[in-house]
Antibody
Framework: EVQLLESGGGLVQPGGSLRLSCAAS????????MSWVRQAPGKGLEWVSA????????YYADSVKGRFTISRDNSKNTLYLQMNSLRAEDTAVYYC????????????????WGQGTTVTVSS | QSVLTQPPSVSEAPRQRVTISCSGS????????VNWYQQLPGKAPKLLIY???LLPSGVSDRFSGSKSGTSASLAISGLQSEDEADYYC???????????FGTGTKVTVL
């Protein structure tokens, strides 16, 4: 069964850091781009970041560029999101998603999603 | 603020047809494939449409997608109560070098 399981969410103070992980199973992890998507309470979906299957190319939304870093360990079938300089507006449920293509720009979309992990930035 | 614009809500009676529009620009919809997602209350999103008009395996053929120029549409025919959800269009944006979601549309079955 194809599955994504996020972890690492929690409560953090403004300016703090957090690292999210997403453990993948049931598919050849390195063959697919992966993405992080977030949803603030009561709001719509916001794409955060993506990484190619090899890890050689990364992409970021302007809202997180310079603060967040996406990475992957294909030997561990795990995706990461390092979040630094966190702000109140980063409070959201963070989903990891599998892109059905090697690069995120392919039109296949995100066909597998995790259940999400909640990040709350508050003092 | 999203670069893809959708109506906030649409509603229709059971067994009827609804259409959700998604307006973009030449840097996203006009030059890249459109995807559509369904998000049921409290759940993770689900891919409904890829490459403008293709259905993933297991998605009901009551859903259909289309695209013309810089706009796209999702149609739901034979509306059912289980279709009550939020729907999002999305596409890669060449200018932003990133993926963008639409503003989202809440579908209500009357």
């Amino acid at each position: 069964e194809v599955q994504l399981l996020e972890s690492g969410g929690g409560l953090v103070q403004p300016g703090g850091s957090l690292r999210l992980s997403c453990a993948a199973s049931g598919f050849t992890f390195s063959s697919y781009a992966m993405s992080w998507v977030r949803q603030a309470p009561g709001k719509g979906l916001e794409w955060v970041s993506a990484i190619s299957g090899s890890g050689g190319s990364t992409y970021y939304a302007d809202s997180v560029k310079g603060r967040f870093t996406i990475s992957r360990d294909n030997s561990k079938n795990t995706l990461y999101l390092q979040m630094n300089s966190l702000r109140a507006e980063d409070t959201a449920v963070y989903y990891c998603a599998k892109n059905d293509g090697v690069v995120p720009a392919a039109g296949y979309g995100m066909d597998v999603w995790g259940q999400g992990t909640t990040v709350t930035v508050s003092s | 603020q999203s670069v893809l614009t959708q109506p906030p809500s649409v509603s229709e009676a059971p067994r009827q047809r609804v259409t959700i529009s998604c307006s973009g620009s030449s840097s996203n919809i006009g030059n890249n494939a459109v995807n559509w997602y369904q998000q049921l209350p409290g759940k993770a999103p689900k891919l409904l449409i890829y490459y403008d008009d293709l259905l993933p395996s297991g998605v009901s053929d009551r859903f259909s997608g289309s695209k013309s120029g810089t706009s796209a549409s999702l149609a739901i025919s034979g509306l059912q109560s289980e279709d009550e959800a939020d729907y999002y269009c999305a596409a890669w944006d060449d200018s932003l070098n990133g993926y963008v979601f639409g503003t989202g549309t809440k579908v209500t079955v009357l």
